[in-house]
Each structure stands twice: as structure tokens, then as C-alpha cells.
């Protein structure tokens, strides 16, 4: 026998059925326990959290901070998965609100997605193609179909989406009942494009020559395109521009194309920033560059690549930058550990352990190996309170859930938290040590598309 039977004659060998006497035996020592009985009476009558919740953690979390760059209102993204595309067009607004002399300018949000859904839609029947001698039910091809037209994404997907698209104000692409609330649309675009991948595999099996197979999946496009036009409205290809300043000064600037709009009213090369991660497992060294196969999605655009380094790495260079006065853009896992009515994070704010009486504990490289964490939100730093010595203790965050929690729709984050469940930040490239920007040009070890570190924002 192999290793790999032995285990598995092992594993079967261990299967039992539930037995009900072991279970009258737990619930008699259940209902022994005055603890188990004191925590049952309160959580059945009390939300976990509510039970759960440390305060001394909570009232100990100040919300001043030594560095503050916020002084406009937190967006919403609402019932939508768009929050990387928020976080960058926050980082983006914060530029061209010194320009318009207007605090609270936003670009539309609804136009970055529309062409986002698009290029996903040409990424994916390219891949439908490519895989399309192999079995629907095979890993890979499964994996795609399953995650298909889902809300999130990664820093680079949206550079790709920027530099060919551009981005306009939010009043010239104002959101609409789909943007505010994706689920109904993204499902018909499901629907459509799994239908579409059916027909291109059936092609490929006809033996369908190339130009065949463009015009198909050009014909599938069109219906995507007239689908997601419906739910979002046509985006703007040239328009006229002209505001008011806060201090009601009137400006007419002339005619605009989302790109040229774009370059005219922000600074910032989003082809200098580089996305660094701690990714906790450690085969993968820190140091080095990582990918995600399958991961994009505009054809022909910027790869997702990620540089893993410490997490005290990813704290200094954040910290300065911000101290800089620049925001920095992050994704982390947004869920644990978080009270949202207050609007604040930290490692050690609840005590689930201590009201089930049953050890919880585990590592950030365990989460991540065993599906318990990965990155599923992406916010903007837009302040730190530093010691006297320069180490973060608290970061400021604007989130894009509205205005309803925290400080107006801005958060705080203790320092112990994002040592445990932050994954990436966002910074200049030229922030970087030599060494660091020198691993930048080595070829990435290509992780398979499932893997955590393709987690979408």
C-alpha cells in the first residue's frame, strides 16, 4: 500500500455512526455545567457579539489619530461586492478634490464597474475557449464557472480597468438600482455567459476554425453588453465639464473623453504602485513574487502580481506613506474580530473562546491553509497614530458602508488586528528597499487559481 492508501484505510477505519447515548451523556454534563447554563441563558436571549464583546478592548480603542488626511464624507457602496473599486476611486478623489477645490467630489463608481463586467465577461469566454477540451466538471474549469461575474477584484484588475477605460464623475454615471444592489443582475449575466461557454466548447468539439470562434464569442459579448447596458446605463464616451468649487467659484473646462478626464485631474501613476502581501504560509518566501493563474480581466492588461513581505514591512512603508500625506489603499478580511455599529477592529475585541468554554484559538497561516480567512474586503487607510518612536498603534480607515457606523462611516483598526487579518496594501514602488524593488522584475510562482491568495476583494 501507498502512504496515501494507508491513510485512507486509516480515515475509513475511524468512521462511526453518532451514538445516542454519548449524546445524553454530553447534554447531562452540558446542563451540569453552571458555566455552559449561564452562557446558554444569555446567548439565546442576546446576539454572540453583544455577549462577546470586550469592552475594556473597546473603550481602550481611542479614535484620535497623530495623522489624519480625512476631512470629507465616506461613500457607499450598498448591496455590491465593489468595495476595491471604491478604495481606489477614494484614492484617486482624494487627488483631484485638491484640483476642483471640491471636498466631496466622487468619480462614478457605476462606470468603473460597467467596464469592469465587460472585460470579465471577454476574459472569461477567452478561458471557456482555451479549456474547452477539457471536462466542465474538471477543477479548473468548474472553479471559473463557478466564481464567474462576481463584484470583487484585485489593485491590478482595476489599474488594467483605468488605463483603458478612464473614469468620469459620478454625476455623468450615477449609480442605479443594479449598481446599488448587483445580485439580480450579475445572476442573469451568469446565466447568459455559462450559456455562452456551453456554445463555444460545442463549437471547438465541431472543429470550428479561429475566425468562427471570434465572431461566437463576439455574438455572446453583444448579448452581455445589451444585458449589463440595461442594468447600468450607457457609459459616457465624451462629455462637457464644467463645476461649481465649494468656495461657488463657477469653472468651464471644455470637452472631455473618460481617459483624458482622468489624466487632467489626477497625479498619480497607478502603474508606480505595487501590491505587497503577507502571505503567512512559508513555502512561499518573503522576499518573492506570487500570481494567481486565471486571475484578471482585461485581455492584454496588467497581471496580478504580489510581492510577499513581513508584515512589520507592510506597516512601515503604509505608515509613511500616509504620513506622506498620501491615503493607501488595502484589502484584508474584513469579518473577524469587528463591532461595525462602532466601527472598530481589533485582535482581541471579542472573547468567543470564553463564552463557549471551548478552545478557538488559531494561527494566521491555520486560518488561511483551513478556508477560515482570506481577503474579502478592501478599504483606504486615511490616517495612523504613531508612538513617539514612530510605531503604528491605531490606523484610521474609510470604509464604503455609508455613513450609519463608526465616525461617520470611518473606522479604527487597533495595530494587533492588522498583524492578524490584513493581507495587502498598496503603495509606490520607489517606497521599497532596493532589494525589494530588484525582486519586483523576477518571474512569480504561479499559484493555482483556488488558491487563497486569489481571493477577490
Known amino acids: 500500500m501507498t502512504l496515501l492508501e494507508d491513510a485512507a484505510t486509516a480515515a475509513a477505519s475511524t468512521r462511526t455512526a453518532l451514538d445516542p447515548a454519548t449524546v445524553a451523556g454530553w447534554n447531562a454534563a452540558f446542563l451540569a455545567d453552571p458555566t455552559a447554563v449561564r452562557a446558554m441563558n444569555a446567548v439565546t ?17 481611542a479614535r484620535s489619530m497623530s495623522v489624519r488626511l480625512d476631512d470629507w464624507e465616506a461613500t457607499n457602496q450598498k448591496k ?3 468595495c476595491w473599486l471604491f478604495a481606489a476611486l477614494n484614492l484617486l478623489r482624494n487627488d483631484a478634490r485638491r484640483v476642483l477645490k471640491v471636498k466631496n467630489f466622487e468619480f462614478s463608481q457605476n462606470h ?30 468548474a472553479f471559473l464557472l463557478d466564481q464567474l461575474m462576481g463584484d470583487g477584484g484585485q489593485w491590478n484588475m482595476e ?15 450615477p449609480e442605479t438600482e443594479s449598481s446599488s444592489n448587483t445580485g ?13 461557454a456551453r456554445m463555444l466548447r460545442a463549437a471547438v468539439a465541431a472543429g470550428a476554425g479561429v475566425d468562427e470562434l471570434v465572431s461566437l464569442k463576439e455574438s455572446i459579448l453583444a448579448d452581455t453588453h445589451r444585458i449589463l447596458t440595461i442594468h447600468l446605463g450607457v457609459p459616457p464616451t465624451e462629455f462637457a465639464w464644467q463645476w461649481n468649487d465649494d468656495d461657488n467659484g463657477f469653472h468651464r473646462a471644455g470637452t472631455f473623453t473618460p481617459q483624458t478626464f482622468l489624466a487632467g485631474y489626477t497625479s498619480i501613476d497607478l502603474h508606480d504602485y505595487v501590491c505587497l502581501v503577507d502571505d503567512p504560509r512559508p513555502e ?22 504580489y510581492l510577499n513581505v513581513d508584515i512589520d514591512l507592510m506597516k512601515r512603508v503604509a505608515a509613511q506613506t500616509i504620513a506622506d500625506g498620501e491615503p493607501v489603499w488595502f484589502g484584508c478580511d474584513v469579518g473577524p474580530q469587528m463591532l461595525r455599529t462602532d466601527g472598530v477592529w481589533a ?25 477560515e480567512s482570506a481577503m474579502t474586503h478592501a478599504m483606504l487607510f486615511t490616517g495612523v497614530d504613531l508612538d513617539d518612536d514612530g510605531t503604528p498603534r491605531r490606523w484610521r480607515v474609510e470604509n ?17 488586528w492588522f498583524d492578524e487579518y490584513m493581507f495587502e496594501v498598496v503603495v509606490r514602488r520607489d517606497r521599497l528597499p532596493a532589494e525589494l524593488q530588484a525582486a519586483l522584475a523576477t518571474e512569480p510562482l504561479v499559484l493555482p487559481a483556488w488558491d487563497p491568495m486569489g481571493a477577490l476583494a
Do not use: C
Open 80 to 82: 455590491s461586492g465593489r
Open 184 to 196: 439580480r443582475m450579475n445572476a442573469s449575466l451568469r446565466t447568459q455567459l455559462r450559456r455562452g
Open 112 to 141: 468603473a464597474m460597467y467596464w469592469d463586467k465587460i472585460e470579465r465577461a471577454n476574459y472569461f469566454l477567452d478561458d471557456m475557449i482555451e479549456l474547452a477540451d477539457t471536462d466542465p466538471g474538471d477543477r479548473l474549469p
Open 284 to 305: 512561499h518566501a518573503k522576499g518573492t513574487t506570487l500570481t494567481v493563474d486565471h486571475l484578471g480581466n482585461v485581455v492584454d492588461g496588467d497581471d496580478v502580481v
Open 347 to 371: 485582535a482581541d475585541l471579542f472573547d468567543y473562546a470564553g463564552v463557549y468554554g471551548v478552545d478557538l484559538s488559531t494561527t494566521k497561516e491555520e486560518r488561511v491553509r483551513f478556508g
Open 45 to 61: 436571549r442576546t446576539a454572540l457579539d453583544d455577549v462577546a464583546v470586550n469592552r475594556a478592548r473597546l473603550v481602550d480603542t
Open 159 to 173: 489599474v488594467s480597468v483605468f488605463a483603458k477605460h478612464g473614469a468620469v464623475p459620478k454625476e455623468l454615471m
Open 400 to 416: 464604503s458602508w455609508g455613513t450609519e457606523n463608526g465616525d461617520k462611516g470611518f473606522y479604527t483598526m487597533d495595530d494587533s
